[in-house]
């Protein structure tokens, strides 16, 4: 007798528990514009190695560029960067200084000093890098 009597009531209390109003605490997607939804194109190229001038010289100037956009991208001004690895970097006897960015294209150039140890000319070796993102028009 004593099981029904709590068979009863947990039954009412679960009949009472599922009366009351319920209250969703799911919230809205924040939805983003389809422009934003899609990835943006990362294209990246390298220069292959480059050697300095000899001894306290200049090399002549190296071009490194990324072409146009992707098709259905444009280009984003914040996301160009370029940068040396190897022997020089730019501001340390290497100059780098960006030429063009545009929808067309972005392009870089760089130019290498060689250096002189005791009175020896020495070659040094750098490769360019450039990334440049791209998003969606």
């Given amino acids: 007798m004593r099981q029904i009597r709590s068979i009863l009531l947990l039954s009412s209390l679960l009949l009472c528990v599922s009366?009351?109003?319920?209250?969703?605490?799911?919230?809205?997607?924040?939805?983003?514009?389809?422009?934003?939804?899609?990835?943006?194109a990362i294209i990246t190229a390298d220069s292959g190695v480059k050697s300095s001038g000899a001894?306290?010289?200049?090399?002549?100037?190296?071009?490194?560029?990324?072409?146009?956009?992707?098709?259905?991208?444009?280009?984003?001004?914040?996301?160009?960067?370029?940068?040396?690895?190897?022997?020089?970097?730019?501001?340390?006897?290497?100059?780098?200084?960006?030429?063009?960015?545009?929808?067309?294209?972005?392009?870089?150039?760089?130019?290498?000093k060689g250096n002189e140890t005791k009175g020896v000319p020495r070659v040094a070796f750098a490769e360019g890098h450039i990334r440049v993102t791209y998003r969606p028009q």
């Fill in 19 to 40: 009366a009351l109003p319920m209250r969703s605490t799911a919230q809205k997607p924040d939805l983003v514009p389809p422009s934003q939804s899609v990835a943006p």
């Fill in 55 to 112: 001894g306290k010289n200049w090399s002549d100037w190296y071009q490194l560029g990324s072409g146009k956009a992707p098709r259905g991208y444009r280009y984003t001004v914040s996301q160009a960067e370029f940068w040396l690895t190897g022997d020089r970097t730019c501001g340390e006897f290497a100059e780098c200084r960006r030429v063009q960015r545009s929808d067309e294209q972005v392009l870089w150039e760089f130019r290498l």
